[in-house]
């Protein structure tokens, strides 16, 4: 298999993995809101009802899910789906016998950052550079 195809076949799978991954949370949050009020940090309901903040974040997920799986703006989602979920996995840590999957999930979209950010003409590769001291060679 051609370096490209595989790379290709990676992609889609991480993609799709995380695409499943925010899919079912976003959707299983919507509909069963009782079932996941418990994962929203208490620090939030200060500044927003924790039942308005999880219909928000339910339709972010979805959305990053959508994007995820038709191949848009990989990088910049897979960075956005890190952030997430370092951030779930943070303000959850006391949960983290149930939440230990989420530390996979996390690395799937490192992985991704790691792969897409690789693409010829990819903008962020500049900031890559710089970030890790690695100069990259352009694919052919």
């Known amino acids: 298999m051609k370096e490209q195809n595989k790379n290709i076949l990676i992609s889609f799978l991480l993609r799709s993995g995380l695409a499943i991954a925010f899919f079912y949370a976003g959707i299983s949050s919507f509909l069963n809101p009782t079932n996941w009020i418990g994962f929203v940090p208490n620090f939030l309901g200060v500044i927003i009802s924790k039942e308005i903040f999880l219909m928000v974040f339910s339709i972010f997920e979805i959305l990053l899910g959508i994007g995820l799986l038709f191949d848009y703006k990989t990088f910049t989602l897979s960075i956005l789906s890190s952030i997430t979920l370092f951030l779930i996995l943070f303000g959850n840590i006391m949960n983290?016998?149930?939440?230990?999957?989420?530390?996979?999930?996390?690395?799937?979209?490192l992985a991704l950052i790691a792969l897409s950010y690789k693409?010829?003409?990819?903008?962020?590769?500049?900031?890559?550079?710089?970030?890790?001291?690695?100069?990259i060679k352009e694919e052919k």
């Open 96 to 109: 983290l016998e149930i939440l230990f999957r989420d530390i996979a999930i996390l690395f799937m979209a």
């Open 119 to 135: 693409k010829k003409g990819n903008k962020n590769r500049k900031f890559l550079t710089n970030l890790t001291g690695n100069q």
